[in-house]
């Protein structure tokens, strides 16, 4: 039997403003924990969830071994030369229960890698004057 490892760490959040005015409560995106193993061919899910009082703009990165991380699938906007579209993967993004899930119906041991749950997001100020550069 053939398993697949993923790891999963720490996800990234991102404030564009050079104020915290207007931002409320603690922004904040999670994800699965630790080692996943799974069976080459089984599916695959991974959950991340968010907590942000703005419009976020979700992203999942993945990096390979001995590599940087790089872009793998993205929304708003997927498009379907993002690596992740490429490989058979897709992700769910439930606005109600802020969740975002990376998922693919059968694994590849080239699935192998670690995978980052990333947000950036516009938290918009209660005073528009926060953001003026």
């Known amino acids: 039997m053939l398993l697949l490892y993923l790891i999963l ?5 991102v404030l564009l403003c ?3 005015e207007g931002v409320y409560g ?5 994800q699965t924990d630790g080692s996943v193993f799974i069976s080459q061919g089984d599916p695959v899910l991974l959950n991340c969830t968010y907590q942000i009082s703005g419009f976020p703009y979700l992203f999942w990165y993945v990096q390979f071994p001995n590599q940087p991380p790089r872009l793998f699938l993205r929304d708003p906007g997927r498009e379907d030369s993002d690596e ?3 490989k058979g993967f897709d992700a769910i993004h439930d606005k109600e229960q802020k969740s975002f899930q ?4 059968s694994s590849e041991v080239s699935d192998s890698a670690t995978y980052y749950c990333v947000s950036v997001f516009f938290s918009f100020p209660r ?6 550069f």
């Open 9 to 13: 760490n720490q996800s990234v959040s």
């Open 18 to 20: 050079s104020s915290t």
């Open 26 to 30: 603690a922004d904040s995106v999670t």
């Open 84 to 86: 992740g579209i490429i």
């Open 102 to 105: 990376l998922w693919k119906l």
């Open 127 to 132: 005073n528009p004057e926060c953001c003026h």
